[in-house]
């Protein structure tokens, strides 16, 4: 080779090194060139690593589905084609769904990878640069964000100092902002407060856009908007499988009055649902009634671990109707402390104690099975004690 030496590739360590100094510089400040500005100042959606432990920090359903269940999903799975795009027809997904989450007939349908993918694209569809998107707050922090990817303004309206929605406040900051998008979730997330009907009616009444009936946990609530919508032009309904048993599959769908389904759809990337998701989805809506069966365990299950929470000294336990329950630490040790105290016996719960003042010292606790509910209540009785 005539003496010549081929450099070796920079290993993970060469720009501390030295090695690659002025390229590293360069490429920051071309992407700091290129890139927004408030993406880059935004941190991404954190999604901790769970291998362990008791995980009680995503809301997930903790059974797994019988075996009889995911045999019949196997089968689906063998038999579909892989070689082709999903077809642009889906009735029979959308029957399948009509039929299991009674959505009227005369209300369109669309659907997206998960619920978020359909906030971004309500977002995206609806708001030119510097419009408003506007929630209670603290509330599903997607809604902020999204609105943020597409330029929008987010006015997030606070609730109110026990967590419970301000209408006055709410109706106010409409009247103020003109939003071209309202959001609420029912229950809320991550507070668990389901806003009362009549508070929910005059903000649907009172808003200029579009209203969006966040239904993620409506399985844990017992009550739904769905049945009227006929009657609720100016407001969709979105809802996901995920808390039911299903977040693998990565699927929601959003019901309204067909001339917002059409326009919203516009913005839809092509083939957003894989073949898979739709071949098993297909599948386990046949067997709905364990879906629903599960629902009922974590209902049970919440009322237990709300009620143990409510015991242990200086622990407030909010009235929730997800599959989760938000609990205030105000003693000592804090939510902080609780937090990693809990981690280190690997069990997983969310932290919310930073996120905003009125959730200070507050943790968010997935219903689990019930074995995972009594060893969360033990570790923390030891941890208070």
Same mark, same amino acid.
């Given at each position: ?163 419970? !929605? @301000?209408?006055? &406040? ?14 609420? %979730? =029912? $229950? /809320? ?101 364990? !879906? @629903?069966?599960? &629902? ?14 409510? %015991? =242990? $000294? /200086? ?71």
């Amino acid at each position: 080779m005539n003496g010549a030496r081929t450099a070796a590739a920079p290993g993970p360590g060469a720009r501390d090194a030295g090695l690659r100094p002025a390229t590293g510089d360069a490429l920051d400040k071309r992407i700091a060139a290129t890139v927004r500005p408030d993406i880059r100042a935004m941190t991404a959606y954190p999604v901790p690593s769970a291998s362990q432990g008791i995980k009680l920090d995503a809301m997930e359903c903790p059974y797994p589905l019988p075996d009889a269940v995911r045999d019949d999903i196997a089968r689906a799975l063998r038999d579909t084609a892989l070689n082709r795009y999903p077809a642009a027809d889906n009735g029979e997904l959308t029957l399948a769904l009509r039929q299991a989450f009674d959505i009227p007939a005369q209300s369109g349908l669309l659907f997206g990878n998960g619920s978020d993918e359909l906030i971004h694209l309500i977002v995206q569809s609806c708001c030119q640069p510097g419009d408003t998107v506007l929630s209670p707050w603290p509330s599903f922090v997607y809604f902020d964000m999204a609105a943020r990817f597409d330029h929008a303004r987010f006015v997030g309206v606070p609730l109110t100092a026990d967590l419970q !929605l @301000d209408l006055p &406040a709410m109706l106010r900051a409409i009247d103020q902002h003109r939003p071209k998008v309202v959001f609420l %979730a =029912l $229950p /809320n997330n991550p507070t668990g407060g389901l806003w009362p009907d009549a508070a929910v009616q005059a903000i649907v009444d009172a808003a200029p856009g579009l209203v969006v009936l966040d239904e993620a946990y409506q399985a844990f609530a017992g009550h739904t908007w769905m049945p009227r919508l006929p009657h609720l032009p100016q407001a969709v309904v979105l809802r996901t499988v995920s808390k039911i048993g299903l977040a693998g599959l990565r699927f929601g769908y959003l019901a309204g009055d067909p001339a917002w389904i059409s326009q919203i759809d516009k913005v839809r990337p092509p083939y957003n649902i894989n073949v898979l998701t739709q071949a098993a989805l297909r599948t386990v809506l046949r067997h709905k009634a364990v !879906l @629903d069966e599960q &629902a009922a365990h974590l209902r049970a299950g919440r009322a237990a671990l709300a009620s143990g929470l409510a %015991a =242990l $000294p /200086n622990v407030t336990a909010y009235p929730s109707a997800g599959n989760f329950v938000l609990a205030r630490f105000s003693g000592k040790p804090g939510g902080n402390a609780v937090h990693l105290a809990l981690k280190t016996r690997k069990i997983l719960v969310k932290n919310f104690s930073d996120a905003h003042p009125l959730l200070a010292d507050c943790l968010r606790i997935s219903v689990g099975t019930p074995d995972e509910n009594r060893a969360v209540l033990d570790a923390l009785q030891d941890i208070l004690s």
